[in-house]
């Protein structure tokens, strides 16, 4: 045996270890709290669609569990971020600044606006924006004028920062918080991944002007698909739920509408599975936090590798475990993720970045090397809560 396969044989024993008997997805919903009660009530009252009382709650619930003063409930994540980058102020012929390691529901939301996404590195102790390597960027690249960020090379206004707090782990926003002020940007956080997760000890999502996140299958809870926007300011949430549901006028019976808006709500029945599944959340955050603990155990007399750990300024919802392999190892990551998935253990190289896709390999850009770099070294591993308790 050579060394080259030790490694990835080492790897996989580790996995079935934790993982158990194969198929093994990385990432599966689970419904064992009120999801079938709620929704039987949805059906039995037949309020399935735009009206009912299940996301009003799960509004008030999402507030109340992120701290946010306000939540808007959408159809999906990608909808959140759309309507929050329009509400921050983003149009056509702007840019917005945006990690190239992050999905591309992100990068897609700025290009609904008619902006233009400007790509921005990552580094790897949080996986999230290199703040300091943004700022030496921004001051070199970017001028003051009428009190806005101008790129110097495009002449267009650079008017948000859209960090993503990568796999649940939140990244540095006090950092992003100040580069915001002293370049007169938006801060809109992409925490699409990330509920659950704080950053000292404050809910990721609900520091920047708005936040969002995502309800999609694989999220660490699911309303089949959903999102919603975390909004402190009064103003701004009253206008978010306005433009997400036709820009109706509130009347006994009347259509009118008095701008453009989206039918971005979120049905009552996929609201009502939400309020279930919030309801379990805190007991699927423990579960996730002892999956990090027991892949930990079962990796550490590995070598060449290393299992990716909360950052020291926050708590991680641990939404998708990634293995990250030494830079001298960065080769296996191929025969790593053959060999994993031939087993049945599911695994993923993480999202091709942003500027090799087409739609935007002309997008403006930072040096991008850190989240290249990471690219070449990172497999997710199964996720799933139920991972996390010990397996009969
Ligand atoms: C899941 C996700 C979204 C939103 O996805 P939807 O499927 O539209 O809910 C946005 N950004 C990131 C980084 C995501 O992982």
Not at 160 to 169: E, K, Q, S, V
Not at 348 to 358: C, G, I
Not at 376 to 391: C, D, F, K, M, Q
């Amino acid at each position: 045996m050579n060394k080259a396969s030790f490694l990835v044989d080492s790897v996989l024993a580790a996995l079935r270890e934790v993982a158990g008997t194969a198929p093994v997805p990385l990432h599966a919903p689970e419904f064992q709290g009120n999801e079938w009660n709620y929704l039987t009530e949805c059906l039995d009252t037949t309020f399935v669609s735009s009206v009912g009382k299940f996301v009003d709650r799960f509004e008030a619930d999402l507030a109340s569990f992120t701290g946010a003063r306000h939540a808007v409930a959408t159809v999906n994540g990608t909808a959140a971020l759309h309507v929050a980058l329009l509400l921050a102020g983003v149009q056509a012929g702007d840019e917005v600044l945006v990690p190239t390691l992050t999905f591309i529901a992100t990068t897609n939301a700025v290009c609904y606006c008619g902006a233009v996404p400007h790509l921005v590195d990552s580094e790897p102790q949080t996986l999230g924006v290199d703040v300091a390597r943004l700022r030496e960027y921004l001051s070199a690249n970017t001028e003051e004028k009428n009190g806005h960020c101008v790129n110097k090379a495009t002449g267009r206004v650079i008017r948000a920062l859209l960090p993503m707090h990568t796999f649940g782990h939140p990244g540095d926003i006090d950092g992003m918080l100040k580069l915001a002020v002293d370049f007169k940007l938006a801060l809109i956080e992409d925490a699409a991944e990330s509920l659950g997760s704080l950053y000292h000890g404050r809910h990721t999502g609900t520091l920047g002007l708005i936040g969002t996140l995502s309800f999609n299958g694989n999220k660490t809870i699911t309303t089949g698909g959903g999102g919603a926007l975390l909004i402190n300011d009064g103003e701004l949430a009253r206008r978010a739920k306005h433009i997400t549901t036709t820009a109706k006028l509130p009347h006994a019976w009347e259509y009118r509408h008095d701008e453009v808006g989206f039918n971005y709500r979120l049905p009552n029945i996929n609201a009502a599975l939400g309020c279930a599944q919030l309801e379990r959340l805190p007991q699927l955050l423990v579960d996730k936090r002892k999956l990090y603990e027991r892949y930990r155990e079962a990796l550490k007399g590995v070598a060449g590798v290393s299992l990716f750990a909360e950052p020291p300024h926050g708590t991680s919802n641990y939404w998708l475990q990634a293995l990250v392999l030494d830079r001298a190892q960065a080769a296996q990551r191929d025969a790593l993720l053959a060999a994993t998935n031939a087993a049945g253990i599911m695994t993923r190289p993480v999202w091709t970045l942003m500027h090799r896709l087409a739609p935007f390999v002309a997008a403006p850009r930072m040096d991008l090397s850190c989240a290249e770099d990471l690219e070449r070294r990172i497999i997710n591993i199964p996720s799933s809560a139920v991972l996390g308790r010990e397996l009969a």
